[in-house]
């Protein structure tokens, strides 16, 4: 599958915060860390099947932020974030692709393919490779994973 490639640092946290995730029961969605000007954030996506609250966020920063400072895994300094992986949240993990068999998706080709680069259908299936995808019209198309730009998950707010 066409995954997210994690830094180093961004491969170390997740393996440090999805125990805590776990224990709290809470899906670890992703883990960012990016300079933004020259300030850098450590974001920490989280979900459940309820959906995500301000307090759930808090719930997982007080031991998420104990435990990077216990640990001290990264040498700059930086702002945690604890947040919702939003309703339109890329699938960027295999887990990811599994858990939304049956969704919405958008996907965003690199080139069009038959005149088409944005498709909205059902993901029926995904492996290493592809996916499949159900249109409205009611064709099944496969689209490999390397010709994607993203794929998301869509809602429709007409």
């Known amino acids: 599958m066409k995954l997210k490639k ?11 915060v999805k125990p805590i995730t776990d224990e709290l029961e809470y899906f670890l969605w992703d883990i960012s860390f990016v ?3 020259a300030v850098w ?3 920490v996506f ?8 301000i307090q759930d966020c808090e719930t ?17 300094s930086y702002i945690l974030e604890v947040g919702s992986a939003g309703l339109e949240r890329e699938l960027v993990r295999e887990e990811h692709f599994e858990a939304c068999i049956g969704d919405t998706v958008q996907v965003r080709l690199i080139r069009a393919v038959d005149g088409e680069k944005d498709i909205i259908g ?3 299936s ?9 249109t409205d019209d009611g064709n099944e198309k496969e689209y490999m994973l390397a010709d994607t730009a993203h794929v998301k998950l869509y809602l429709d707010f007409a």
């Open 6 to 16: 994690f830094g180093n640092t961004e491969r170390k946290i997740y393996d440090l």
């Open 35 to 37: 300079k933004e000007g």
């Open 41 to 43: 954030y450590l974001r």
């Open 46 to 53: 989280i979900d459940r099947d309820e959906g995500i609250s």
């Open 60 to 76: 997982v920063t007080a031991p998420v932020s104990d435990m990077l400072d216990r640990e001290d895994p990264i040498e700059q």
């Open 122 to 124: 059902t993901l029926l």
């Open 126 to 134: 995904a492996d290493r490779d592809k996916i499949t995808v159900r």
